[in-house]
């Protein structure tokens, strides 16, 4: 028996313990043109590639190394909150968490402060870089949004910290909120595509993705989507997503957005990732699709869940935004920088 094979095997067996004890997420309803009664999924478009050629393709292909990123850039003190009218101060804590700051509501994408994205501390794709902001220094909580089930995206652990603290309003895809309960979250609402909320004077609009969700032997039991939040600004978090014709019809559907919230890593290789991540090179073009004012780069340098190397992302969308002159999709390379939006520059906070 190889290696590879034994590897595999004690990986399902303690997924298999995670089920039992973690209570595996379904969603019971009505069908839909996403939902076939049993399982989600994206309407017109083709699912995942070949596993067997995703293994040939591992066996055949070492992955890139990564190296742990010190970025030293740690707040020093707890941040405040922001309040300008029609402006937008953010910090890509790193991966698919962003802290939105708006008309004084505070606002966690996808927050993950586990050191793995696994239910486990001691297997699957560890960080290789802390959070940019620590947890303690995040400023309160009002809402948070979670695109979908992933480990990478819903860190439990995290959202029980938050509840204990903030007791914030957590928007998720149908099949969550049940889930969540059973941790005692229950500040929980959870919306199909296109359906519409509103929270502390904040709209939250859940959006379609092209994705799929699995939290262990569940796959596509939850809905997975993105998030408009409309304030006094309308900001985009596209969650995780392949390309798509969602982003046109979002932009027709929805109109002006002020600030995108786009992922770019995870892509290689491309014969089984097409329908689940983006490239660079498409996150541009869904950048161009939606017509944002403003988008910035999330969902890469921090889990080591694909091929690529840490920084191809950034560079290949850098490359690309030079091809087509385009200046307005912004990136860091180090986690938990301040930016407000459209100011051509970095909000001057006190750090180590």
């Known amino acids: 028996m190889s290696q590879t094979l034994i590897i595999l095997i004690i990986v399902f067996a303690l997924i298999a313990i995670s089920c039992a004890t973690l209570n595996v997420p379904t969603y019971k309803g009505e069908k839909s043109d996403h939902f076939d009664g049993k399982k989600f999924f994206n309407p017109d478009v083709p699912g995942m590639g070949d596993f067997k050629e995703l293994m040939t393709f591992n066996r055949k292909n070492k992955r890139a190394k990564w190296y742990f990123q010190d970025d030293k850039f740690s707040h020093s003190s707890k941040i405040e909150d922001f309040n300008i009218h029609k402006q937008v101060r953010y910090f890509h804590i790193n991966h698919a968490s962003v802290l939105v ?20 501390s001691f297997i699957g794709p560890k960080r290789y870089r802390d959070p940019g902001i620590p947890f ?21 652990n995290t959202l029980k910290k938050l509840k204990e603290r903030d007791n914030p309003m957590i928007y998720t895809g149908l099949g969550l909120k049940s889930f969540l309960n059973k941790f005692k979250i229950t500040n929980v609402t959870e919306m199909d595509w296109n359906k519409q909320d509103s929270y502390k004077g904040i709209d939250i609009i859940f959006t379609p993705a092209v994705h799929w969700s699995n939290r262990a032997f569940s796959p596509r039991k939850t809905l997975w989507g993105g998030y408009l939040i409309n304030g006094s600004s309308n900001v985009f978090f596209a969650g995780d997503t392949a390309y798509g014709d969602h982003f046109t019809s979002i932009k027709e559907t929805f109109g002006s957005i002020d600030l995108a919230l786009i992922p770019i890593g995870a892509y290689i290789p491309r014969s089984f990732m097409l329908h689940v991540h983006m490239d660079p090179q498409q996150a541009l073009q869904a950048h161009i699709d939606i017509d944002a004012t403003e988008s910035f780069a999330i969902h890469w340098g921090t889990f080591q869940l694909t091929h690529e190397a840490m920084f191809d992302p950034i560079e290949e969308l850098e490359e ?33």
């Open 101 to 120: 700051q708006m008309d004084g509501i505070n606002i966690l994408t996808d927050p993950v402060y586990f050191k793995r994205a696994s239910p486990f």
């Open 136 to 156: 303690e220094f995040l400023p309160r909580i009002d809402i948070v949004v979670i695109s979908h089930d992933h480990y990478d995206h819903l860190d439990v």
């Open 320 to 352: 690309a935004c030079k091809e087509n002159k385009i200046e307005n999709f912004h990136f860091e390379k180090t986690s938990g920088i301040a930016r407000i939006m459209n100011s051509n520059g970095h909000d001057p906070l006190k750090r180590n």
